[in-house]
């Protein structure tokens, strides 16, 4: 009897998981979600690098589904680090609930609660990267990033935007913050926000930490505007005249450009650290961005980079605010269409180049130098151009989701931001060119993203509408302008000549060349031999079909002499200086795994660096675009 009765219960078990394991994920509904979900973060554990989570989930007795977010707006791909949740434990009415992972849908959780039960409360850890290999580190002794997509889940079956969340957080004693969102209450080193709905939660980061400094950008201001400074040290802190003047100036070039904003307030969060893991993403009303320790303290210096303010600042108009509608999800765990990157990425690189330059975060040398490096990369480092277009390298945040590539030159990664750059400065070239230089892509982006001034919800569109904007603005074909393009195998460096400014090579590396390689610690032979260089000898790249490639060189292998002498970033520059003379060629000796061999570049043709030099019988479009407005 009591064998027949364990098999029942076995039995019951089974069933009761199966269905569990079955159970759908609901399709998402615009309807209001009954009730507010409270979240409940412990950042305090520092030393472990884990937020501790609580959530109390209004909920009826049944089937209940919830999900961990997948699909991360501004990743464009499904990164949620499912891989870094543990220690799930729900509850009802006190008692333990017993819960199911989804077999074909590793974010979603399936439960039934209980009858008599109001809500759920489910606790887990999120296990933040020990270290850069395992991850982007979020925890530092100094400071700390939260995303609160990374620390919810939410109920399957609904819009994000019709979820209501109260979250609060408990940080490190004697820390501050910065986030979008608004405060409620706060007490000691707890902090309550009010009530927003998932969807903006999501949208409203936190960095927090020990050394912090506020500035208003925009002193007087209706719409207040705020940089919030993080660093590993407080002397890190100490912002120069000019420093400041450059990141005031930004806020007035943007909104001379659009002459509307998207946001009833804007933060930006920047980290400046050599602890933290890099990062540059946007929201709508606020960004997160880290730089160099010294960004402020040697500014004359620190130029590199200083663009990422701009470009994300200028994704709270084109992304967040103007969205494509295939980017646009009424929750994170369905599939997003990547193809108009070309306009949300492509637009915003140029739009971010330009107004870096206006407000003097970079000058025009500086975006000179940076242009030609663009213009370059397409006229003689993108091989892959011969058999990919622009438009499918839309699809690579979900095919290879930033990882490194073997021959990233050929392959092509995500070249809608640049290559989608360069198709925007033939549009706006273009524009002036039929308009006796009357109009240009500032028209464009005044009346497509300009609008509405105040609204801070999403505005979707379509091809169509980009294309539907511009001939309102100047009659022409411009769906097949754009597509031969985007579509096409084309050299799209030429629209920096229809700038008025044409490509050269020459053995002098510009100062952009000069600050990658002392900040990759790698040396730049791309555009003679072929191939770059790290430190150690290693090398990080080959260009496809270029002389290093053809002489057998390959990013496996590493470079352990010169011509008979130990290899140094300065040995094969003199090397490659010989060799115009010297018609005898290069000898590489490399180390491939445990073997070594010596290869021979046929190559005499000298070093060669990419700048750009003014076209004499053509306007010059660019010098103005570059001009502050």
């Given at each position: 009897?009591?064998?027949?009765?364990?098999?029942?219960?076995?039995?019951?078990?089974f069933?009761?998981?199966?269905?569990?394991?079955?159970?759908?994920?609901?399709?998402?509904?615009?309807?209001?979600?009954p009730?507010?979900?409270?979240?409940?973060?412990?950042?305090?554990?520092i030393?472990?690098?884990?937020?501790?989570?609580?959530?109390?989930?209004?909920?009826?007795?049944?089937?209940?589904?919830?999900?961990?977010?997948a699909?991360?707006?501004?990743?464009?791909?499904?990164t949620?680090?499912?891989?870094?949740?543990?220690?799930?434990?729900?509850?009802?009415?006190?008692?333990?609930?017993?819960?199911?992972?989804?077999?074909?849908?590793?974010?979603?959780?399936?439960?039934?609660?209980?009858?008599?039960?109001?809500?759920?409360?489910?606790?887990?850890?999120?296990?933040?990267?020990?270290?850069?290999?395992?991850g982007?580190?979020?925890?530092?002794?100094?400071?700390?990033?939260?995303?609160?997509?990374?620390?919810?889940?939410?109920?399957?079956?609904?819009?994000?935007?019709?979820?209501?969340?109260?979250?609060?957080?408990?940080?490190?004693?004697?820390?501050?913050?910065?986030?979008?969102?608004?405060?409620?209450?706060?007490?000691?080193?707890?902090?309550?926000?009010?009530?927003?709905?998932?969807?903006?939660?999501?949208?409203?980061?936190?960095?927090?930490?020990?050394?912090?400094?506020?500035?208003?950008?925009?002193?007087?201001?209706?719409?207040?505007?705020?940089?919030?400074?993080?660093?590993?040290?407080?002397?890190?802190?100490?912002?120069?005249?000019?420093?400041?003047?450059?990141?005031?100036?930004?806020?007035?070039?943007?909104?001379?450009?659009?002459?509307?904003?998207?946001?009833?307030?804007?933060?930006?969060?920047?980290?400046?650290?050599?602890?933290?893991?890099?990062?540059?993403?946007?929201?709508?009303?606020?960004s997160?961005?880290?730089?160099?320790?010294?960004?402020?303290?040697?500014?004359?210096?620190?130029?590199?980079?200083?663009?990422?303010?701009?470009?994300?600042?200028?994704?709270?108009?084109n992304?967040?605010?103007?969205?494509?509608?295939?980017?646009?999800?009424?929750?994170?765990?369905?599939?997003?269409?990547?193809?108009?990157?070309?306009?949300?990425?492509?637009?915003?690189?140029?739009w971010?180049?330009?107004?870096?330059?206006?407000?003097?975060?970079?000058?025009?040398?500086?975006?000179?130098?940076?242009?030609?490096?663009?213009?370059?990369?397409?006229?003689?480092?993108?091989?892959?151009?011969?058999?990919?277009?622009?438009?499918?390298?839309?699809?690579?945040?979900?095919?290879?989701?930033?990882?490194?590539?073997?021959?990233?030159?050929?392959?092509?990664?995500?070249?809608?931001?640049?290559?989608?750059?360069?198709?925007?400065?033939?549009?706006?070239?273009?524009?002036?060119?039929?308009?006796?230089?009357?109009?240009?892509?500032?028209?464009?982006?005044?009346?497509?993203?300009?609008?509405?001034?105040?609204?801070?919800?999403?505005?979707?569109?379509?091809?169509?509408?980009?294309?539907?904007?511009?001939?309102?603005?100047?009659?022409?074909?411009?769906?097949?302008?754009?597509?031969?393009?985007?579509?096409?195998?084309?050299?799209?460096?030429?629209?920096?000549?229809?700038?008025?400014?044409?490509?050269?090579?020459?053995?002098?590396?510009?100062?952009?060349?000069?600050?990658?390689?002392?900040?990759?610690?790698?040396?730049?032979?791309?555009?003679?031999?072929?191939i770059?260089?790290?430190?150690?000898?290693?090398?990080?790249?080959?260009?496809?079909?270029?002389?290093?490639f053809n002489?057998?060189?390959?990013?496996?292998?590493?470079l352990?002499?010169?011509?008979?002498?130990?290899?140094?970033?300065?040995?094969?520059?003199?090397?490659?200086?010989?060799?115009?003379?010297?018609?005898?060629?290069?000898?590489?000796?490399?180390?491939?795994?445990?073997?070594?061999?010596?290869?021979?570049?046929?190559?005499?043709?000298?070093?060669?660096?990419?700048?750009?030099?003014?076209?004499?019988?053509?306007?010059?479009?660019?010098?103005?675009?570059?001009?502050?407005?």
């Amino acid at each position: 009897m009591k064998k027949l009765t364990y098999i029942a219960t076995l039995m019951a078990m089974f069933v009761g998981s199966a269905s569990l394991a079955r159970a759908d994920v609901p399709e998402p509904v615009d309807t209001p979600y009954p009730g507010t979900i409270k979240l409940s973060v412990d950042a305090t554990d520092i030393g472990h690098r884990i937020f501790n989570v609580t959530e109390e989930i209004p909920a009826e007795a049944g089937p209940l589904t919830l999900l961990y977010p997948a699909w991360i707006p501004g990743h464009h791909s499904p990164t949620g680090p499912i891989d870094k949740v543990a220690g799930f434990e729900f509850k009802a009415n006190g008692k333990v609930l017993e819960w199911q992972r989804d077999p074909a849908n590793v974010y979603a959780f399936h439960i039934n609660v209980p009858e008599g039960a109001d809500k759920v409360t489910v606790s887990f850890k999120f296990l933040s990267p020990q270290s850069g290999n395992r991850g982007r580190v979020m925890m530092t002794p100094e400071m700390l990033n939260l995303q609160w997509d990374t620390v919810a889940l939410y109920p399957a079956g609904y819009f994000a935007r019709q979820i209501p969340f109260d979250a609060n957080v408990t940080l490190p004693k004697d820390w501050h913050y910065a986030t979008a969102l608004e405060d409620k209450k706060h007490k000691g080193n707890h902090f309550s926000f009010k009530t927003i709905d998932f969807e903006n939660l999501v949208d409203s980061p936190m960095f927090a930490g020990k050394y912090y400094k506020r500035v208003d950008l925009d002193p007087g201001a209706e719409t207040p505007v705020h940089l919030n400074v993080f660093a590993d040290k407080a002397k890190d802190l100490e912002i120069s005249d000019a420093g400041l003047a450059a990141h005031k100036e930004l806020i007035q070039q943007m909104y001379k450009l659009y002459g509307a904003h998207h946001y009833n307030h804007y933060d930006f969060l920047l980290a400046l650290t050599d602890k933290l893991g890099g990062i540059g993403l946007e929201h709508h009303r606020s960004s997160e961005n880290s730089g160099k320790e010294n960004y402020f303290s040697e500014w004359d210096k620190s130029w590199l980079g200083r663009d990422l303010l701009a470009h994300e600042f200028n994704h709270s108009w084109n992304g967040k605010y103007r969205r494509p509608a295939g980017v646009w999800t009424p929750s994170y765990d369905q599939i997003k269409k990547d193809q108009g990157l070309w306009v949300y990425e492509g637009q915003t690189q140029f739009w971010g180049y330009i107004v870096a330059t206006r407000a003097g975060l970079w000058n025009k040398d500086n975006a000179m130098d940076m242009l030609a490096l663009l213009g370059a990369t397409y006229d003689k480092g993108r091989p892959g151009m011969q058999w990919r277009n622009v438009l499918d390298t839309t699809n690579d945040p979900t095919i290879a989701q930033r990882a490194p590539l073997a021959y990233r030159n050929y392959q092509m990664s995500e070249d809608y931001y640049q290559g989608g750059q360069l198709i925007w400065y033939a549009v706006d070239a273009k524009l002036r060119n039929l308009s006796e230089n009357k109009l240009s892509l500032r028209d464009f982006a005044k009346a497509f993203f300009g609008v509405n001034p105040g609204a801070w919800d999403v505005n979707t569109y379509e091809f169509d509408d980009v294309i539907a904007t511009l001939n309102g603005i100047q009659k022409y074909d411009w769906a097949s302008f754009i597509n031969s393009r985007l579509k096409g195998h084309v050299n799209l460096s030429k629209s920096l000549q229809d700038q008025g400014w044409k490509l050269v090579y020459n053995d002098t590396p510009s100062d952009a060349v000069k600050a990658l390689e002392g900040r990759r610690k790698y040396t730049d032979f791309t555009y003679s031999l072929g191939i770059s260089v790290k430190k150690d000898g290693g090398l990080s790249d080959v260009l496809w079909d270029s002389p290093a490639f053809n002489a057998g060189l390959s990013p496996s292998m590493k470079l352990i002499a010169v011509n008979g002498e130990e290899y140094s970033g300065e040995v094969l520059q003199d090397a490659v200086k010989a060799a115009v003379k010297d018609k005898a060629p290069i000898k590489l000796l490399v180390k491939d795994f445990d073997k070594y061999q010596t290869l021979e570049i046929d190559y005499h043709e000298g070093l060669k660096y990419p700048h750009l030099v003014r076209i004499d019988d053509q306007p010059d479009y660019l010098s103005e675009i570059l001009s502050p407005l």
